[in-house]
C-alpha cells in the first residue's frame, strides 16, 4: 500500500453500460480517483462488446494501478437472456482485473446499500447522495452506474476496514 494509500476499483457490470469507480483510502477516508461509464457499442456482436469493457477496464488497472477491486453480484432476474448478458459483463470485467493481479471481492446490491445507507432496500438516490458525502463531493455530476460502481468501492473499504477490526 505504501504512502498512496490503498486503491480500489468497483465496478457496476451492464452489456450496455458498465459503471466504474476508482477511490483512493488514505488514512481512514476515501476520495475520489476517476469514476465514469464504458459504453458498449450497441449494434455490434456481444463477443465485441465484451472486449470493450474487458479493453476500457484494463486500460484504467494499468492507469490508476489498483490492487483490490469489487463488484456486485448478479442478481436473480425474471428475463434469463439479461441475466446471461450481465453474467457475461460480470465476467469481462473480472477476467481484465485478474489478467491485471486486482483481488476481487463480491458483493450483493442490499449489502452495498445497507453498508451506505443503513436498509438494504434504499433507493439509488439515498445511496448516491451518500456516496457522494463520503468522498466529500458537494454537486456530483456522475451517471447512475458510475454512482452504483463507487458505492460498491466504499462498501469494499468499509468491509475491509471491519475485517481488520474485528479479526475476521
Known amino acids: 500500500m ?32 476517476e469514476t465514469g461509464t464504458i459504453r458498449t457499442p450497441v449494434k455490434k456482436d456481444m463477443a465485441t462488446r465484451m472486449g470493450v469493457i474487458f479493453e476500457r ?28 448478458k450481465l453474467g457475461q459483463a460480470r465476467g469481462a470485467a473480472m477476467a481484465a482485473c485478474a489478467v491485471h493481479g486486482v483481488s476481487m471481492a463480491e458483493y450483493e ?8 445507507v443503513g436498509v438494504g432496500n434504499a433507493p439509488k438516490d439515498q445511496v448516491a447522495f451518500m456516496v457522494a458525502h463520503c468522498l466529500g463531493i458537494k454537486k456530483p455530476d456522475w451517471a447512475e452506474d458510475a454512482s452504483d460502481a463507487l458505492a460498491v468501492a466504499i462498501c469494499h473499504l468499509n468491509e475491509r476496514r471491519l475485517r481488520r477490526l474485528t479479526g475476521v
Open 109 to 116: 446490491p442490499s449489502k452495498v446499500k445497507k453498508n451506505l
Open 2 to 33: 505504501g504512502d498512496g494509500g490503498l486503491i480500489v476499483i468497483g465496478l457496476d457490470p451492464g452489456s450496455r453500460v458498465t459503471g466504474y469507480g476508482i477511490v483512493r483510502e488514505l488514512s481512514g477516508r476515501a476520495e475520489l480517483i
Open 57 to 84: 477496464l484494463a486500460e484504467l488497472i494499468r492507469t490508476h494501478g489498483p490492487v483490490e477491486g469489487a463488484i456486485e453480484n448478479v442478481f436473480v432476474s425474471k428475463n434469463p437472456s439479461s441475466a446471461l
